[in-house]
């Protein structure tokens, strides 16, 4: 005799797993041992080379704290050495190095004697050759954001890379845009103490140009590949939240020949860097420079002393009309009639502009001063001898 | 002749001689003039099927004459007693008991045994059953079970008992079931095939049979010489099922320390998330089996890592236990018969990891009747059937789950996440045959497969295959050999495609042949022996890493191919010392050996092992030998009982790892290779040495168990900083290998009777690791001892289980633990206006601390018993309090700021209601 016999799980209502995301902050009461931090790299690059010396900070207050007073050497493998001076107090120690040592092929070490007489000595890196940038470029692309419907438009810049096999096989990218942008408004119509100011259209403070450096590190080996080469290696992203595609943009590239040490070291800085949600979880990778105590090689310093020849390349980017800015700031307008009285002296000078109202009429109207001034937003007016 | 224990042992019989009347009586036929009563009796023992039992003195000077021509029993103990105060009761078919007095009510202190015999009982108190009977609260009829029969016996010689004990509605063995008998102390548990067996004197004895989930059988089992006997058992309705903790064998598992033994049938009242019940989330309530995270692969069973814990299902080894990167374990739930966990005392038959074995026994197919049950989760949808192909003879079982939806992606807020698609399912057949009593052949076979893909970036697949066979045979209740066969094989793939340049596509595989004869002996009462050796050839295929598409230069690595044979010899020997010690002495002797062909590097002499300081290749024909290691690994243990209801254990467990995994994140991914030692890595190396303090307090249904342990492995493999495990086939040149010292102390009070039980478990525990190598390079964090990722010194857990009415029941679950250790930042510097992190020693920090309480409800439908349709609902929340519990923290730079996030797997409480229904009424489970 057999009986059947049946269950079955029926689901009503199940809820999505949620996962979230929180700032976190360290535990304000943990003990700080400052470490020293030294920020070096020599470079072919030509002008003058500079070596930034400080202590590491407490992660929550990042305040960046100088060490003055080093006495700063690099020295070849032949003896030569070089002083850097120091411009006072601010821990920048500065040298030109002459093109008869910045040689590829030579090995260059770096020598700090602390004001308390500790001395930190580097090992010797090697200057190593860099093959030109093959080419630089940009793909207009549409990325996901944690909201489902919304799309994040823009520019993903790459990099090729053909070197031949008499180059080294670790690079590294450092990214410097410029880009153009303009006001909301130019200047029409303003009031100050002295009373209204009018103007026809005033544009001398509409056009700025404003520089950056990319701060994230770009990092390749072709160790691993069939050749010396990469097609594609992924630069950044400009999103269109920004002005930076909507006028003229230029990115420069520089590129770095390194050796394999330097390479890994800045490879685990990056990985340690990096934002990871990983869905396993890895250690932070511990780092250790080429940069040690004198007395205790296991006491090294923050920071690698690196050296390398550069080759560089600009890209100048119009425009991109594919783009559609919605996301870009808009300034606000008070119509003056809509105001209860004149902004004060604190806000002078005030500056008025025409928009129209309700019924398509123009009317003066009062908005911030960034909408006006555009070195309020931390560009120049001086137009980069590279614009087109 | 034999001993007699209490009167009231023989008052428990007392029901029985009604129930017996229909046995055919004996008969006596004798003719004696003036003989002793004793010699009278051993006269009758000797030519009839029946037993005497009095106390001696009694009858010292009691001389009778008869001239009997078949004569019942009781009439002529009327005769022969007719002329003393001396009573008796006579059980039929051939049980005499006297009493000292005609109409004797009050207990009696206890017999002697007239021969001198050591098997009476030691101590007067009255066991929980028997008080039962006393005050007569007990009304239920006790079965006598005869073992074996007069003809055989041998004159008191203690004899081999076997016993076989099934399911009585599914026909199915009952593993884990035991029998207890009270006055001698001492029990036996069945093994997966449904047998115990039990060294036993010749007499009466009353016993108590225990299963989870099963009505208790009392009874008395009159053993007569060596035989057998078979018990079925009905399953328990009205109380909540339970997690029994194994370590006292008055709580129905063997004596073995930290010995866990889960039910599944807990698993239906506790909550679960997204309806999805899962083992190894019922483990990790156990003291001492903690995982890195929510939702994280792999467990971590008393300070090991993930790699050391072997999971087993039917003698499959399962090389990853885990669905959907740990959210579930691969081991369908609905199958799983009985789940014990080793992670003390590991049983001499069982090695190749340090930290623990896990068990799965699966349902073997119901040999009465059809049967089928199945569900449907949120997420996955699973089916099983049993059914008889020759009833009672040849039974089969198939089952198969699958994901039907990755739905809860979708709902996610990363865009990677968001992107991606999950899919696994796993496929489970057995086929069982009882050719006769004592020939048993199962066969398994199994199937798991996930598959994932990041948003196109990364695509994982993995799987697990194996079969077995296993065929047991008895040559007698006193020895039973059981042989295996088992191949099985795991292997993973994946597809990274996110840079054109360097995609690529790398597949391993690892395939495992094992062959295992096991025997069981009893030689004697208090003697039992478990022999056997272990044959393993494992062979992996680390595979290629190819490039990937036409545009990738990535450049073709060969990982390699190895071949290892692990051989083990053991013997596992059980000894009784007296009434309260036993010992267990167990003895592994494991031996590995690594076989070509392959490749193999030398370096130079106190070199690191990289790249440069290679001094010589040295090439290894196909089977030649390249390294190979042996280990005497000593299983042993003490058992001292201070009362019936209390004993302390002590162990010492040496263990051995020959294959390890690779794995440079946290918890375990789903393309961790399993690496076998060779010549440049040795093989970890463990030992444990744990007490443990168990008692019982019968009348509340309460027992509480310590236990405490010490345990340091040696040469346990750590990856190096930025170790990629995919450049090189020389894996040597990627790791380390130091100790690890765990410690800790577990507690838990259990409460498995009674419409309110449950557990609450406390345990305090640390893990470390220390790598710290004759030279710098061979140091992680600079040699200096640091916490394990899953050290979480103390875990609390609470699970309550409250039936209030049989339709409504609750369940409640708590768990606290310390934050897993981290590695955070002790500074900020700037490089180029970036900021860096200059990290704190490897994890010198915590995330913090976790706490989850979960819920839930189930409703049962009316209880009429003719129905045709039973349901019930189950209201489950799962982080009830809705805590974002932080399952890791990361700094990242923003705009040249550096930020610290914690990100919680499930930061909200999550509510699932479902509907269960089955055919049939409320009992028919």
Known sequence: MQITKALIYFVLIGIALSSCIERYYLDSDRELNPRLVVDATITNDGGEQKIVISWSADPEFAIFQPVSGCVVRVEDKQGNQLYFNESTGSGEYRAIIGDQYLRTGSEFRLLIDLPDGEQYVSRFEKMLPCPPIESVYYELESKPTNDPNINEEGAQFYIDLNAGDSYGRFFRWKLQETWEYHSSFPITRYLDEEGWHNYGEDYSFYTCYRTEDIKKLFLLSTRGLKDNSYEMFPLHFVNDHTQRLKHQYSLLVKQYSLTEEAWSYWEKLRKNNQESVDMFGKQPVSVRGNIFNAKDSLETALGYFSVSSVSSKRIQVDGIEDLHFYELPVCAVTLEKDMEELPDEDDFPAYFTQVPDENQKLEWGYANSGCFICTMHGGTLEKPSYWE | ?925
């Open chain 2, 1 to 925: 002749m034999k001993q007699l224990t209490y009167l009231i042992l023989f008052l428990i019989l007392l029901p029985c001689s009604l129930w017996a009347q229909q046995v055919e009586q004996i008969q006596i036929s004798r003719t004696y003039d003036t003989v002793s009563f004793v010699d009278l009796v051993k006269e009758i023992e000797r030519s009839n099927p029946i037993r005497f039992f009095f106390k001696k003195e009694w009858v010292d000077d009691l001389t009778v004459s008869i001239a009997a021509q078949k004569i019942p029993v009781p009439d002529l103990m009327d005769y022969l007693l007719a002329n003393t105060k001396l009573g008796f009761v006579y059980q039929s078919p051939g049980i005499v008991f006297l009493l000292p007095e005609k109409n004797y009510l009050t207990p009696i202190p206890p017999y002697n045994s007239p021969v001198g015999e050591d098997l009476s009982p030691q101590a007067s108190v009255t066991t929980k059953i028997e008080e039962k009977y006393l005050q007569g609260r007990q009304p239920d009829m006790i079965e006598t079970i005869v073992v074996g029969s007069r003809e055989k016996a041998e004159n008191g010689k203690p004899v081999v008992v076997q016993g076989h004990l099934t399911d009585t509605e599914s026909g199915e063995p009952l593993i884990g079931a035991t029998m207890y008998i009270p006055s001698l102390k001492k029990g036996a548990a069945t093994g997966s095939n449904g047998l115990m067996s039990l060294v036993l004197k010749p007499g009466v004895y009353s016993v108590v049979f225990q299963n989870m989930g099963m009505k208790q059988v009392k009874g008395n089992l009159d053993v007569r010489s060596m035989g057998d006997f078979s018990l079925s058992m009905e399953p328990q309705l009205q109380t909540i099922e339970e997690i029994v903790v194994a370590g006292d064998e008055e709580q129905t598992r063997g004596s073995k320390l930290g010995m866990e033994s889960v039910s599944v049938k807990t698993m239906k009242e506790l909550p679960t998330l997204m309806g999805e019940k899962d083992i190894l989330k019922v483990a990790q309530m156990l003291p001492g089996i903690v995982s890195v995270g929510e939702g994280s692969a792999g467990v971590n069973v008393r300070g090991g890592n993930a790699d050391q814990n072997l999971f087993y299902i039917n003698d499959i080894p399962i090389y990853n236990s885990s669905h959907l990167f740990g959210f579930f374990s691969s081991i369908n739930s609905g199958i799983v018969e009985n789940f014990s966990i080793y992670k003390g005392q590991v049983p001499a038959e069982f090695g190749g990891r340090l930290s623990s074995v896990f068990n799965v026994q699966t349902r073997r197919g119901n040999k009465k009747k059809f049967f089928t049950q199945g569900g449907i989760s949120p997420i996955s949808a699973n089916a099983e059937i049993e059914t008889p192909i020759v009833e009672d003879k040849v039974s089969m079982m198939l089952s198969a789950r699958s994901s039907y939806s990755d739905w809860i992606l979708k709902r996610l807020d990363d865009p990677d996440l968001r992107n991606s698609r999950a899919s696994f399912y796993d496929f489970a057949a057995a086929l069982d045959f009882q050719l006769d009593d004592n020939d048993q052949v199962a066969v398994f076979v199994y199937n798991s497969h996930d598959q994932f893909d990041l948003n196109d970036y990364t695509d994982y697949q993995y799987g697990n295959q194996g079969g077995s066979v296993n065929y047991v045979h008895r040559f007698s209740p006193a020895l039973k050999s059981t042989l295996s066969a088992v191949a099985s094989n795991y292997n993973f793939s994946t597809t990274e495609k996110r840079l054109a340049t360097e995609s690529y596509t790398h597949a391993y595989s690892l395939d495992h042949y094992e062959i295992k004869t096991k025997w069981n002996w009893v030689p004697h009462e208090n003697h039992q022996v478990t022999a056997g050796a272990d044959l393993i050839l494992y062979q992996l295929d680390r595979g290629q890493v190819n490039p990937y598409g036409n545009e990738s230069m990535k450049l073709p690595v060969d990982l390699g191919n190895e071949k290892g044979m692990e051989t083990a010899f053991f013997v596992d020997d059980n000894i009784a010392i007296g009434p309260r010690l036993s010992l267990n002495v167990g003895l592994r002797y494991s031996m590995f050996s690594e076989i070509g062909p392959k490749t193999v590097r030398q370096y130079l002499p106190g070199a690191a092992f990289d790249d440069i300081n290679v001094a010589e290749i040295n090439t290894y024909e196909k089977d030649e030998k390249i390294v190979s290691f042996q280990n005497p690994e000593l299983r042993a243990a003490l058992d001292f009982k201070f009362t019936r209801n209390s004993s302390m254990k002590l162990s010492v467990n040496q263990m051995t790892q020959y294959l390890f995994m690779l794995s440079n994140t946290i918890s375990i991914a789903p393309n961790d290779q399993w690496k076998m030692v060779d010549s440049h890595i040795n093989p970890p190396r463990s030992i444990q040495y744990s007490a443990g303090y168990f008692h019982d307090f019968p009348r509340t249904g309460l027992s509480f168990t310590g236990e405490v342990y010490y345990k340091q492995a040696k040469d346990v493999v750590e990856y190096k900083d930025g170790a990629d495990f995919l450049t090189t086939p020389y894996v040597e040149t990627t790791i380390l290998q130091g100790k690890q010292e765990a410690y800790g102390a577990e507690f838990m009070l259990n409460k498995t009777t009674g419409r309110f039980n449950g557990w609450a478990s406390y345990t305090y525990s640390r893990s470390l690791i220390t790598v710290d190598g004759a030279n710098n390079f061979q140091d992680i964090n600079q040699g200096k001892t640091y916490p394990s990722n899953f050290d979480k010194p103390h875990v609390a857990n609470l699970v309550l289980n409250y039936k209030l009415l049989r339709r409504i029941s609750f369940s409640l679950n708590t768990f606290y633990n310390t934050g897993r250790p981290i590695t955070l930042p002790k500074g900020v510097y700037h490089i180029e206006h970036q900021p860096f992190v200059d990290y704190s020693e490897r994890n010198a920090y915590r995330i913090p601390d976790y706490f989850r309480m979960d819920a839930s409800i189930k409703l049962e439908g009316n209880l009429k018993s003719k129905k045709l349709m039973h349901s019930y609902w189950q209201i489950s929340i799962y982080n009830l309090t809705g805590r974002s519990n932080a399952n890791s923290i990361f700094f990242t730079s923003e705009d040249g700021h550096l930020r610290g996030y914690q990100y919680s797997v499930i930061g909200v409480p999550i509510f699932t209601i479902s509907w269960n229904w089955k055919l049939g009424n409320y009992a028919n489970n």
